[in-house]
C-alpha cells in the first residue's frame, strides 16, 4: 500500500449561502401569502382586486412554499454535504450559479403570472409551458452538477443520503416532464395533452409524488446528513437505511390514485393506490425509526438543545403524516376527509412540522458554521422553537376539526333518506371560527420565522463568511484499490458504482407510473364509448378559461363522487365518458364551495350574473370571493380560433366548420345570455367575461349526449 | 437504555465514516418488520379479492343499487294521491317562513315581492296557484328557468309549510313587488 498523499480541497460555501438566504426570504414571503389566504376564507372582503383573489394567490402559496421555501433549502442542503460526503468541490462553479440564479428567476416568474391568472390549472405544476421549459433545464443542470460532484469524489462509498439525492432528481425529472406534456395556444397559455379521467390520473401519480420526492427524499437525505451532524451520534441501523431506501424508491410511485377514490378512473387503479399507500406505512416509518433511534444516547441534548428539539418534531411530524396518509386512503376515512380541511391538516403536518422544522434546525445548525461564528441568541431560538410548535399545533388542529365538522355534515342523513343539512352554506358557515383560529395559529408560525430571519441576519453580521473553506484529504483515491474489496456484500459494492445505482433507481421508481398510466392510456384509445360528449361551443371554452385563470377549481370540485350523500347533494356521479374532452380536468381537490359538475340549469343566468357580482346577494352569509370586474372585463378573443385548432390536434373532434365560424358561434349565444338578462333590466355587453362564464357554468353537467 | 449497553449491541461499521458520520448496523426492530409483511400481505390478499376474484363493489354496481332505490322512491311517491290542503296552525306557518327564509329568500325576496323568481304574493301563477301546484312547483322546480328542484332538500311535510307560508303572503302587496307573471287564479 502506498503512503496516501494529501491535497488541498476547498468546499464552494457562496453558493450555500445563496441558497440559505433564499431560503429565508421565500419561507417568509410564501408563509405571508398563506397567512393572507387563510385571512381571505372568513373575511371575503379581503379579496380586493382581481389579480389578489383567493383562486390566484391559493397557488402562489403552495408553490412559494414548496419550490421557493423547500426547494432552496434542498439545494442548500444538497450543495453543502454532498461536497463534504464526496470530499470534492462542487463539480462545475458556472453550473452552481446559473442553477442558483435560474431557480430565483423562475420563482419570480412564479410570483408574476400567478396573480395574472397565467396558470394552467394543474395543482402543483401551475406553471404555464415556457417556464415548464425552464424548470427542466435549470432542474437539469443541478442534476448534472449533483452527478457531476459525486463522479469525481474521493471516498469510494456513496452515503446514504447520496442515494436520497439522486432518487429525487430522477424521479422529479421524469413527473415534470410527463405531467407537463401540453399543447402551447400562446406565450403563456396551453391546454394538458391529457384529458378528464386520464389527465387526473397522471396529474396526481405527479401530485402524489411530488410530496414524496419533493417534499420526502431529498429531506430524508439532509435528515441523514445533518441530524448525525448535530447530534454527534452515529446513525442507528444501515441495514434499515437500505431497506426503506429502496421501498420507498419503488411504493411511492404507485400510491397517486389513492387522490381519486370513489372517482370516475379505472377501479382497479382506485384498489392498488391503496394497497401501495398501505404498504408504504412501514418503509417510511423506517426513516423516522432510523432518526429518533439515531438519537439514543443523546435525549439530554434533546433537552437543551432546540436545533435537535426541531429535529425531533420534524421527524416526529414525519412520521405521524405517513402513519394519516395511508390510512387516508382507506375508503372508509377518505369519503369523510376528502375535499375537507382534514386535507389541509394532513399536508401542514407535513410542510409546518416535517419541512419547515427541519428546515429551520438546518438553517441554524448551519449558518453559524460557514459564517465561522456562533449562533446570534439561543433565547430567540428557543422561543422561536415554541412559537413553531405552537403555531402549528393551532393551525393544525383546527383544521383537523373542521374538516371532520364538515366532512360529517355532508353525509349526514336522516332516517328517511333525507340529508340533514341540505344547504351547503350551512356546513361552510360551521367552520367560520376555525378558519380564524388556523390564521392565528399561521400568524404565530410566520412570526417565529421573522425572528429566525433576524437572528441568523445577526449572526451573519457577527462573522464572516468562510467563501472557500480549505481542507486536507486523501489524493490518490483509486475506486479499485481497496483492501475490505472482498468482504463487502452486494449493496456495499452497489455504492460504490454510481452509473448502475442510478440506473436501478430509475428502474425502481419508473416501475409503479409504467404499470398504472399506461394502461389507463391504451382504454382511452381503444374504448368505444358509448355516449359521445359534444365538445365545448367557443362561448364555453372562453368561459372556461375564465374558470381556470380565476383558480375557481381552487374552492370548487367538478367531480361528484359515487357516494350517496354525494349523489343526492349534487346529483348523478360524474361518468367517465363526460370528461373525454376536458383538458385539462377540472376535478379540484377542496371543496370549500359545492360541486359544480351539474350547476347546469339549476339557477338561471341572472342569477349567475348576480351572484358573480356580489354572492352575498344571492347567498346570504356567502364567503366567495366577488366578481365583479368580471361585467367589465372583455374576453380576449383573439386566440380564440387558435384554441380550437389547438384541441382539435389532441383528440377534441371540432369540424371544420366550428372552427371557421366561431366567430358568428360565440357572437350568438351571447347576445341570447345578454338579451335573457336584459328581461330583468341587467344591461350587459356580449364581449364580456362574466357573459362567457355564464355560458360555462350553464352547460356544467348538460353536455348533449349522442349516442353513437 | 444506558450507554454501556449500547456499545455492546450496536454494531459499529467501522469502515463507515463520511464526513464524520459514522453508521451502525442494528438489527430492524421485529415490531417493523412485522408491519411490513402484514401490510404485504394485507395488500396482496386485498388485490386478490378485489382485482382477481371480482369481490368488489364497483362504481358502476354501485350506481345500480341508486337507480334501482329511486325507482322505489318514485313508485313509492306514485301510489295515494291525498289532496292536500293548506296548513294554518301557527307551528307550521312559523316553520315556512323559517324554511322561506333560508332558502327562498334570496330569489323570492324577503317578503315575496320577487326578485331573481316571480312575485309570491299575487294572485298571478306561472305553474298554477293550487296547493297542489305549487307543491309540485316546488318539488321539481323549474330547473329551465332558474327555479331549483328541492325535493332531494326538503320533506314532504316541510314543502307543505312552505307552501302555505306562501300562500299566507296573498294579497300582502309588499313594497317593490315584481310585476305579474302567468296566469290570474
Ligand atoms: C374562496 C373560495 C371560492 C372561490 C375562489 C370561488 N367560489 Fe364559488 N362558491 C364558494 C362558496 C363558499 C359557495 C357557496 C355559497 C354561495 O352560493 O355563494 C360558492 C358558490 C358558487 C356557486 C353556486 C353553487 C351552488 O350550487 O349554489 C357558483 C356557480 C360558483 N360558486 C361559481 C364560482 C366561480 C365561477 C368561481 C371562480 C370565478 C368561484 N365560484 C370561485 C366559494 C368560492
Ligand atoms: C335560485 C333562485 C330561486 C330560489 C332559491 C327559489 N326560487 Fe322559486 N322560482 C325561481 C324562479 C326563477 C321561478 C320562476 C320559474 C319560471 O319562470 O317558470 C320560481 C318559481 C317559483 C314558484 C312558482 C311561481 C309561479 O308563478 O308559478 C314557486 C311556488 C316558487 N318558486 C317557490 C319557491 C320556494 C318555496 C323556494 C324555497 C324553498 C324557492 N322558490 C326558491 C327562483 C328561485
Known amino acids: ?708 | 437504555m444506558s450507554k454501556k449497553q449500547d456499545k455492546n449491541i450496536d454494531p459499529l461499521m467501522m469502515d463507515h465514516d463520511y464526513d464524520g458520520i459514522q453508521e451502525l448496523d442494528n438489527n430492524l426492530p421485529t415490531w417493523w418488520i412485522g408491519l411490513f409483511i402484514i401490510t404485504i400481505i394485507y395488500g396482496a390478499y386485498f388485490v386478490t379479492d378485489h382485482l382477481i376474484l371480482g369481490n368488489q363493489v364497483s362504481a358502476e354496481v354501485y350506481r345500480e343499487q341508486e337507480v334501482l332505490m329511486a325507482q322505489k322512491a318514485k313508485e313509492e311517491s306514485k301510489a295515494p294521491s291525498v289532496k292536500l290542503t293548506a296548513l294554518t296552525d301557527a307551528a307550521s306557518l312559523a316553520s315556512g317562513k323559517a324554511i322561506y327564509m333560508k332558502n327562498c329568500m334570496a330569489c323570492h325576496g324577503l317578503e315575496g315581492q320577487g326578485v331573481v323568481g316571480p312575485n309570491l304574493t299575487d294572485p298571478f301563477w306561472i305553474h298554477g296557484g293550487s296547493v297542489d301546484k305549487i307543491v309540485h312547483t316546488i318539488k321539481v322546480g323549474v330547473p329551465a328557468k332558474g327555479m331549483i328542484a328541492w325535493k332531494s332538500q326538503l320533506k314532504p311535510q316541510k314543502i307543505l309549510e312552505v307552501t302555505s307560508y306562501i300562500l299566507s303572503l296573498q294579497g300582502s302587496n309588499p313594497a317593490g313587488a315584481k310585476a305579474p307573471e302567468g296566469a290570474k287564479e
Not at chain 1, 459564517?371 to 431560538?381: E, I, R, V
Not at chain 1, 451573519?460 to 490518490?476: I, M, P, T, Y
Not at chain 1, 428502474?507 to 365538445?535: F, M, R, W
Open chain 1, 1 to 708: 500500500m502506498d503512503t496516501t498523499q494529501q491535497v488541498k480541497v476547498s468546499y464552494d460555501n457562496a453558493i450555500v449561502k445563496n441558497f440559505a438566504w433564499a431560503t429565508v426570504i421565500w419561507g417568509i414571503v410564501g408563509m405571508l401569502v398563506g397567512v393572507i389566504i387563510a385571512l381571505q376564507l372568513p373575511l371575503p372582503g379581503l379579496n380586493f382586486h382581481e389579480y389578489l383573489t383567493f383562486g390566484r394567490l391559493r397557488p402562489l402559496h403552495t408553490n412559494a412554499v414548496i419550490f421557493a421555501f423547500v426547494g432552496n433549502c434542498i439545494f442548500m442542503g444538497v450543495y453543502y454535504s454532498v461536497q463534504r460526503l464526496c470530499k470534492a468541490r462542487m463539480f462545475n462553479d458556472v453550473l452552481s450559479t446559473l442553477h442558483f440564479w435560474g431557480w430565483q428567476l423562475i420563482i419570480v416568474s412564479a410570483a408574476i403570472t400567478l396573480p395574472l391568472g397565467i396558470t394552467t390549472s394543474k395543482e402543483y405544476a401551475e406553471l404555464e409551458w415556457p417556464i415548464d421549459i425552464a424548470i427542466a433545464v435549470v432542474w437539469l443542470i443541478f442534476g448534472a452538477n449533483l452527478i457531476g460532484t459525486v463522479w469525481k469524489r474521493r471516498e469510494k462509498h456513496m452515503y446514504v443520503a447520496i442515494w436520497f439525492y439522486f432518487a429525487t432528481f430522477i424521479a422529479v425529472t421524469i413527473l415534470h416532464v410527463v405531467n407537463s406534456v401540453e399543447i402551447p395556444v400562446s406565450f403563456m397559455k396551453s391546454y394538458s395533452y391529457y384529458a378528464g379521467a386520464q389527465d387526473a390520473l397522471v396529474q396526481w401519480w405527479y401530485g402524489h409524488n411530488a410530496v414524496a420526492f419533493f417534499l420526502t427524499t431529498p429531506y430524508l437525505g439532509l435528515m441523514y446528513y445533518f441530524l448525525p451532524k448535530a447530534a454527534g451520534r452515529p446513525v442507528f441501523s444501515y441495514r434499515l437505511s437500505i431497506i426503506h431506501f429502496w421501498s420507498i424508491v419503488f411504493l411511492y410511485m404507485w400510491a397517486g390514485p389513492h387522490h381519486l377514490l370513489f372517482t370516475s378512473v379505472p377501479e382497479w387503479t382506485q384498489t392498488l393506490g391503496m394497497v401501495f399507500s398501505l404498504m408504504l406505512i412501514a418503509p417510511s416509518w423506517g426513516g423516522m425509526l432510523n432518526g429518533l433511534l439515531t438519537l439514543r444516547g443523546a435525549w439530554d441534548r434533546v433537552r437543551d438543545d432546540a436545533i435537535i428539539k426541531f429535529m425531533v418534531v420534524s421527524i416526529s411530524c414525519y412520521g405521524m403524516a405517513t402513519l394519516e396518509g395511508p390510512l387516508l386512503s382507506i375508503r372508509a376515512l377518505n369519503k369523510v376527509a376528502h375535499f375537507t380541511d382534514y386535507i389541509v391538516a394532513h399536508v401542514h403536518v407535513g410542510a409546518l412540522g416535517w419541512n419547515g422544522m427541519l428546515t429551520f434546525a438546518i438553517l441554524y445548525w448551519l449558518i453559524p458554521k460557514i459564517y465561522n461564528t456562533k449562533l446570534h441568541s439561543k433565547k430567540m431560538l428557543d422561543l422561536h422553537f415554541w412559537m413553531a410548535t405552537l403555531g402549528m399545533l393551532l393551525y393544525v388542529c383546527s383544521m383537523y376539526f373542521a374538516g371532520l365538522t364538515q366532512g360529517l355534515m355532508w353525509l349526514d342523513m336522516d332516517s328517511d333518506g333525507y340529508l340533514k343539512y341540505p344547504n351547503f352554506l350551512d356546513t361552510v358557515l360551521k367552520l367560520i371560527p376555525f378558519y380564524y383560529l388556523r390564521a392565528i395559529g399561521g400568524l404565530i408560525y410566520l412570526l417565529g420565522a421573522v425572528l429566525m430571519a433576524y437572528n441568523l441576519f445577526k449572526t451573519a453580521c457577527s462573522g464572516q463568511l468562510e467563501v472557500n473553506e480549505e481542507v486536507l484529504v486523501d489524493a490518490n483515491f483509486n475506486l479499485e484499490n481497496h483492501e475490505d474489496e472482498e468482504e463487502e456484500g452486494v449493496h456495499r459494492w452497489l455504492e460504490g458504482k454510481m452509473g448502475l445505482f442510478l440506473v436501478l433507481t430509475v428502474v425502481a421508481s419508473v416501475a409503479g407510473g409504467l404499470l398504472e398510466l399506461y394502461p389507463t392510456y391504451l382504454i382511452e384509445g381503444t374504448k368505444n364509448h358509448q355516449v359521445v360528449v359534444k365538445p365545448y361551443t367557443p362561448l364555453e371554452l372562453e368561459g372556461r378559461d375564465i374558470y381556470i385563470k380565476n383558480g375557481c377549481v381552487n374552492c370548487h370540485s367538478q367531480m361528484i363522487r359515487a357516494i350517496s350523500a354525494e349523489t343526492k347533494r349534487f346529483g348523478n356521479a360524474t361518468t367517465f365518458a363526460e370528461d373525454l374532452y376536458e383538458h385539462p380536468f377540472l376535478w379540484g381537490s377542496k371543496r370549500t364551495g359545492p360541486d359544480l359538475d351539474r350547476i347546469g340549469g339549476r339557477y338561471n343566468n341572472v342569477w349567475h350574473y348576480r351572484h358573480m357580482e356580489a354572492p352575498v346577494s344571492m347567498s346570504p352569509g356567502s364567503i366567495m370571493p366577488a366578481y365583479p370586474f368580471m361585467i367589465t372585463n372583455k374576453v380576449d378573443t383573439s386566440t380564440t380560433q387558435t384554441k380550437l385548432k389547438a384541441l382539435r390536434v389532441i383528440g377534441v373532434p371540432y369540424t371544420d366548420d366550428e372552427i371557421d365560424q366561431w366567430k358568428e358561434s360565440y357572437e350568438k349565444q351571447a347576445l341570447e345570455i345578454v338579451e335573457s338578462l336584459k328581461a330583468d333590466g341587467i344591461d350587459a355587453k356580449t364581449d364580456t367575461e362574466i357573459i362567457a362564464l355564464i355560458a360555462y357554468l350553464q352547460k356544467l353537467g348538460k353536455h348533449d349526449a349522442i349516442k353513437k
